[in-house]
């Protein structure tokens, strides 16, 4: 098979980094694997054999966009046509995947890995790309029942997970009880939250500390909060880490934090719960699917304050209660689908459609 995928992530475009050894993968499953991006440069790189990568050039992201088209309907000539056109998202990727397969005859699957809070027009937009590709493949169940209130039939969305490629590490102990947060620091992530739970517990006369390790447009205003809150001593504004100091920071932690309001997957989860660390995750992504409520992790609702008090109080007091579901995460890790599995339901989704 031959496949063209429009992205927008630009770390590809850099062979050492994690997404671009991803991509790298599906050299050993397809034909030719292509990659167009809107980067900066008009560049082309072989992450493997049968797999490149093109920058569109141009510096703004209109024109990005523009000269992503030239670049993708010029591969299509060029090698002969694709047997399907992927893209990343149903906004204007979509728009661009959707052109192409019409102009070109070749079946278009959009990937929905998320919703973003969005305006009216780029609903629009993700409704008219949705209802009009030829298939669909999210990251879970949760996802498909959203894609489904879009107007999408259930036999053209296809259900994969997101392959986390977790090793199982040893949990070291800390000295005091320590939560974790990874994450962009964006509203969604609901941060804010999080400082206003972590007060609530110190002015209680709990012991702990939370790791904030991401960075975000909201970065700054979290940490002048933090100050606000007297919280300084507490919480700790990290930034982003390596794989190496990541790993390191999840086996000195004790729990993970996620409120967001919304999220396709949330791997982070499955990546702190290889070091035997259990999460409390809103009731978002994974939850239901993976991550059960009292079993392997604790689920609370979007937004609830009060139920993110009680569970952090919960794991820091209940020894016995932590210990199982700290337990129960690392055999669930244990239990994921393999690469070859994951890929494997890459290429029959792309098989359905053509």
């Known amino acids: 098979m031959k496949i063209l995928n429009l992205s927008l992530?630009?770390?590809?475009?850099?062979?050492?980094?994690?997404?671009?050894?991803?991509?790298?993968?599906?050299?050993?499953?397809?034909?030719?694997?292509t990659i167009v991006i809107p980067f900066f440069q008009q560049d082309k790189i072989l992450l493997a054999e049968g797999v490149r990568a093109y920058g569109s050039g141009g510096t703004a992201r209109p024109i990005q966009f523009f000269l992503l088209y030239f670049v993708a309907r010029r591969l299509i000539l060029r090698d002969e046509g694709y047997d399907v056109i992927t893209v990343q998202d149903p906004y204007?990727?979509?728009?661009?995947?959707?052109?192409?397969?019409?102009?070109?005859?070749i079946p278009l699957e959009v990937q929905v890995h998320g919703w973003e809070q969005i305006g009216v027009l780029k609903r629009l937009i993700r409704r008219v790309v949705l209802k009009r590709a030829t298939g669909v493949r999210?990251?879970?169940?949760?996802?498909?029942?959203?894609?489904?209130?879009?107007?999408?039939?259930?036999?053209?969305?296809?259900?994969?997970?997101?392959?986390?490629?977790?090793?199982?590490?040893?949990?070291?102990?800390?000295?005091?009880?320590?939560?974790?947060?990874?994450?962009?620091?964006?509203?969604?992530?609901?941060?804010?939250m999080q400082l206003s739970v972590a007060a609530t517990l110190k002015a209680s006369g709990h012991i702990f500390q939370l790791i904030i390790v991401g960075d975000g447009e909201e970065r700054i205003s979290l940490e002048t909060r933090t100050r606000e809150l007297n919280l300084l001593d507490i919480v700790h504004f990290v930034g982003w880490k390596d794989a190496v100091q990541l790993a390191d920071l999840y086996a000195k932690s004790d729990c993970l934090l996620l409120t967001s309001d919304s999220e396709?997957?949330?791997?982070?989860?499955?990546?702190?719960?290889?070091?035997?660390?259990?999460?409390?995750?809103?009731?978002v992504g994974m939850a239901g699917e993976v991550i059960h409520n009292g079993k392997n992790g604790v689920v609370i609702p979007v937004g609830d304050q009060e139920a993110l008090v009680e569970a952090m109080k919960r794991v820091m007091m209940d020894t016995m209660f932590y210990n199982s579901v700290a337990g129960d995460i690392k055999k669930t890790v244990q239990t994921l689908p393999t690469k070859a599995e994951i890929l494997f339901l890459y290429v029959n989704a792309w098989k359905n459609i053509v």
Do not use: H, N
């Open 9 to 33: 992530d630009k770390k590809i475009m850099d062979k050492a980094s994690a997404v671009a050894k991803r991509m790298a993968w599906f050299g050993d499953i397809v034909d030719r694997y």
């Open 92 to 105: 204007f990727l979509g728009i661009l995947g959707l052109v192409l397969s019409r102009q070109f005859q």
């Open 138 to 192: 999210v990251v879970s169940e949760r996802m498909k029942k959203d894609v489904m209130a879009c107007g999408v039939s259930e036999q053209r969305i296809t259900v994969v997970s997101v392959y986390t490629d977790v090793r199982l590490g040893e949990k070291k102990s800390s000295e005091v009880f320590t939560f974790i947060t990874v994450a962009r620091l964006v509203w969604v992530k609901r941060i804010l």
């Open 264 to 283: 396709g997957w949330g791997r982070v989860i499955l990546e702190a719960g290889s070091y035997g660390v259990p999460s409390i995750m809103t009731d």
